[in-house]
């Protein structure tokens, strides 16, 4: 039994014996004559001439020892329906798809949207794409036209595969008209549209462009469509970033890389096994549902869970009503999504039993402590934090639990991952910072491990210019998140670098601020900003969510809080923090993922134009804060 620290000294001193290991793990038509091709950096190649396939990994290969076992459950709360199905029957409807696919014309590096609910043919459009080698581009289901179009045009889809609706609290959301909408806007059309018919609002079909996918269906019944062998650095999809800090970027990902990446993180750092249950709760428009949603826990012949629903319909019990019934080893979910259950009334989680459960996985924003602690007493599992990005595919910053238990540290999602050779850099100086307890730039020192992002989609200079100029000189990948790593190895994210703000001179991280109001017992969420300032360079500046807001339509009552708010922020922190407004609102501006817009709360705070706002949520929220801040 290897010690953790052994393992990823192993992983970065003798990177290709370790990788070489590694890719074991999956299967491979012709095997890879190189580890790693690093000559042309940031450009990194990864097991160079081996070819393979990654639904081939997903389905294929389980046939034989689980063709039986349920591969895929996709359970709906909003149709009330649950569809098993085994490995061999889902090996079946990939193949009915590709043929579908093929035959309206796509061939292999061509790309294909998915713009779709959470339903099991989204999952059967990703392994098709993935069978025959072309490149899906997974649209979150919940954007508009205007988003829509300009991921249309990035990608230019020879077909794009939707549904007639999606469903959110039990009322059926349109997907036809935006997507008519969007490929009317869009530069690019795609030679055609496969629907899938739900029945839940009606369609009117474009002759010549949309198919029905029933129809198609029928005609591929007994499809026979072969994986295609393909070469190891062949993309394999593109997907965007959440958008929180810009214009989302188009990530282009490997096959090969990807499929021993996922692989042995299942292995290494989920501990899981063939015939155990994964459930992550995420959406496939998000990279959590690529890698564990879809090809992470199939990759490992698990049974994977596709959630279709709110966590809190028809009451907060459901997500652990599905655990036990479905036996779920392996859970995964957010932070936000558990703030929402920790608001229900706790007696719904006591109703089910959740002892099938190993861990519970959150990911994607700080994990704060009452958070953590609640969902730790209510299940008695431990909670795992782990941080990565969609650049990265699988998790940088975690426990690898499946080579040695450790034990969490609050407040921090873990150890540096192996493959990950992390660092933290002094933002001044450009140089590392290698005593303990320092704060930094946390950076991925190149060649990145496999599974990471190849490139910027059609775009190599961004891919660059944006990641890899931190330092100059150096092949040094940046978060663009602030860290600092404890004297045992366990890092803490402090935020991201766009977040800290420069009062006087004195350099100030938001989140610290924001920490210290949420603090006060009436502010139940709060963000703070940086707004330019001629006297100081930039002031503080709060947008807070109060817990009770009875009486708040008073101004008096309302300067009375934000006098509280201001003191306590005095007192914690220093008047130099102190934000110079706090304006209370109802809600805060969002990304579809539940991620704070912060750059965009402070655009309007100094009333500039916010940019691209594709991915944001709710536009009231922003909103009300423009007429805020003119008021
Ligand atoms: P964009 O890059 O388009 O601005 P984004 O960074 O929000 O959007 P994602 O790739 O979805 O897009 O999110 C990755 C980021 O989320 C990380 O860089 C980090 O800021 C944050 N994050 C993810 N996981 C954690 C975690 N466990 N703890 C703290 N922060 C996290
Ligand atoms: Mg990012």
Redesign the pocket.
Known sequence: MTSYAEFYRQSIDQRDDFWATQARLVDWQTPPQQVCDYSHPPFAKWFVGGTTNLCHNAVDRHLADRGEQAALVAISTETDTERSYSFRELHAEVQRMAASLLALGVKKGDRVLIYMPMVAEAAFAMLACARIGALHSVVFGGFASGSLASRIDDAEPVVIVSADAGSRGGKAVAYKPLLDEAIRQARHQPGAVLLVDRGLVPMELESGRDHLWNDLRAEHMDAQVPCEWLASTHPSYTLY??????K??GVQRDTGGYAVALAASMKHIFNARAGQTFFATSDIG??VGHSYIIYGPLIAGMTTIMYEGLPTRPDAGVWWSIVEKYQVTHMFSAPTAVRVLKKQDPAYLKKYDVSSLKALW??????DEPTAQWISDALQVPII???????TGWPILTLANGIEQQTTRFGS?GKAMYGYHVKLIDEATGQELTEPNQKGVVAIEGPLPPGCMQTVWRDDERFVSTYWSTIPGRQIYS???WGIRDADGYYF?LG?TDDVINVAGHRLGTREIEESISSHPNIAEVAVVGVADNLKGQVAMAFAVPRDATGLEDAAARMKLEGEVMKQVDKQLGAVARPSRVFFVTALPK?R?G?LLRRALQAVAEGRDPGDLTTMEDPAALQQVRSMVAA
């Open positions: 970033t959440s958008g929180t800090t810009g989302p970027k998000w990279v959150l990911a994607g924003e700080p994990l934090d782990n941080y990565w990005q969609t650049e999602p978060t663009f998140d994210i991201r990304t993922s991620k």
